[in-house]
């Protein structure tokens, strides 16, 4: 590990109160959007930032996702994402990996969602967190996430999150994981517009409110823009799409931290 991944780590722990799994979310498209947007049918990697929303997923998907962090080459996340119906049932999984071969956070999901009438769907995951330091420890632990949907109308949906609301531990010493809340918001203004709002909530965190914009500039490309506001991190990425397949790509930039860049792939059968 080199002096700048070492400085960077030592910076993270001591913004940080947990050991690991700092939510880093999942998908090009939602660092474009600066994390928001768990409320719109069409998120990717629902097993992991909405399950609720695998119920208006018409038909199956695969999802790739790699991001670099603040261009540090040995610090990157990869995560595969994949939804599809059995007999009728949605079902999700995603497995992602952060970190190096020196410190590494892997997690495995597995998500299904249930229709309560037409307009409402809940769900729920299961993550299975795998912490590992090279010759030093490595620890698992088991979270649990609920989700709920509500389709007020075509144009308008809100969902509610709560992540590892089981409280999870991990390692000998029984480190807490983080547990945090979303109400979310996503409203279709016009054919080419999509506004988000995101209220996140981490414990031992301050509210962090969420603003973004999605703008299908013609059929097949869509750009994005987000704001985080506890932050005041900035984020923008484009989406083409080519034959059921969209190609992402997207940066997000932190005040101190500098540019961190993501590419994702989606294809739809």
């Known amino acids: ?9 030592l910076f993270l722990f001591s913004m940080n109160s947990y050991a690991s799994f700092e939510n880093k979310g999942s998908g090009a498209s939602f660092m474009a959007t600066s994390f928001a947007g768990i409320a719109s049918p069409y998120i990717d990697f629902a097993s992991i930032l909405n399950p609720a929303a695998l119920q208006f997923k018409n038909s ?8 670099n962090f603040y261009g540090l080459n040995e610090l990157n996340q990869v995560a ?6 059995l007999a009728d049932f949605p079902l999700g999984c995603a497995v992602s990996r952060f970190g190096n071969n020196l410190y590494s956070e892997s997690q495995i999901n597995l998500a299904t969602s249930y229709a309560l009438d ?4 809940i769900g729920i995951a299961a993550s ?3 912490l590992d330091i090279k010759n030093y420890s490595s620890a698992s632990s088991l979270g649990l996430s609920l989700a709920l949907i509500y389709e007020i ?10 992540n590892n609301f089981n409280e999870p531990e991990i390692g000998e010493v029984k480190e807490a994981l983080p547990v945090s809340g979303t109400l979310a918001f996503s409203f ?11 209220v996140y909530k981490e414990d031992r965190y301050d509210f ?40 992402i790509y997207s940066a997000d930039f932190h005040p101190t931290l500098n540019f961190s860049h993501a590419i994702g792939i989606r294809y739809a059968f």
């Open 188 to 198: 279709q203004a016009t054919e080419m517009v999509e506004l988000l709002v995101d």
């Open 153 to 162: 109308n075509p144009d308008l949906f809100v969902t509610a999150v709560v």
């Open 208 to 247: 962090e409110y969420r603003f973004a914009a999605a703008l299908q500039v013609i059929k097949d490309l869509k750009i994005m823009a987000g704001f985080r506001e506890r932050i005041n991190s900035f984020s923008a990425g484009l989406e083409y799409n080519l034959a059921g397949t969209a190609f």
């Open 80 to 85: 595969l994402h994949g939804n599809f119906s």
């Open 128 to 130: 299975f967190y795998f």
């Open 60 to 67: 199956p998907e695969l999802s790739f996702f790699y991001r």
């Open 1 to 9: 590990m080199n002096a700048r991944i070492l400085v960077l780590f």
């Open 118 to 121: 037409e307009s409402v769907a």
